[in-house]
């Protein structure tokens, strides 16, 4: 079982060959393929990790789709002035594949 832990979009995943995760809104390149930084390979007994040692493994991955996140509403009140806001946001967002860990 070959797995990797890769940093995307300011957290970590941990992802397989064939798992598709929803991560930040990435950049891919013109055929839509995006290359992710792995903080962690693990391959079966093995366990790489370090900078160092880290330097010759890639994580790639294909951009399915993008989308946007539920809308969150914000709110603001202060009791007795009057004062009320209300703004809304919705987290832009890509859907990747994982099409390869390569040593």
Do not use: C, S, W
């Amino acid at each position: 079982m070959v797995y990797a832990v890769v940093r995307a979009g300011g957290r970590q995943e941990k992802v397989e060959v064939g798992t598709i995760v929803v991560l930040d809104r990435i950049k891919a390149d013109e055929n839509g393929n995006v290359e992710l930084a792995p903080v962690l390979l693990v391959d079966g007994e093995t366990i790489t990790h370090g900078a160092a040692a880290l330097a010759g493994v890639k994580v790639t991955a294909e951009v399915v789709g993008d989308l946007r996140g539920p809308k969150i509403v914000i709110q603001k009140f202060k009791n007795k002035t009057g004062y009320k806001k209300r703004q809304g946001h919705r987290q832009e967002l890509t859907r990747i594949k994982i099409t390869g860990i390569t040593k």
